[in-house]
């Protein structure tokens, strides 16, 4: 039997079709040996490397997409600096001295994602 590596790219809310994608692969029974991915397509694969099928990713965006405060407040404390900082011109550099609270962050979205906590 050949074997399939997945690459997913990103490109925003259109990178949630990568959803599709794996509900596609789970449909006819392809499991990929290896995921790679790319801003969403990373967040995608990972999960789906995690072990989540396409039918619970899809379940959960949709479950983020109805909760609307749940999802700006995650937006709010994964971005780097204040609000203030964006309305003053003050914008910096995002990276520096920020990154090991941002990859915390991106962590914790992550776990929550793969276990189905909120």
Partial sequence: MKSV???LGGG???GLAHIVVAEALDEIGVKPVAIAGTSIGAIIGAG???G?????????????????????RRMMRAR?????????GGLGSPCVGD?????RDAAEVLQHLVSGRR
């Fill in 48 to 50: 789906y490397a995690a």
């Fill in 99 to 103: 990154l090991d609270r941002r990859q």
């Fill in 12 to 14: 925003g809310a259109r």
């Fill in 52 to 72: 989540m099928t396409g039918r619970e990713m899809r379940r959960y965006a949709i479950q983020m997409a109805h909760n609307r405060t749940e999802v700006m």
């Fill in 5 to 7: 590596a997945l690459a």
């Fill in 80 to 88: 780097a600096g204040k609000l203030r900082d964006i309305f003053g």
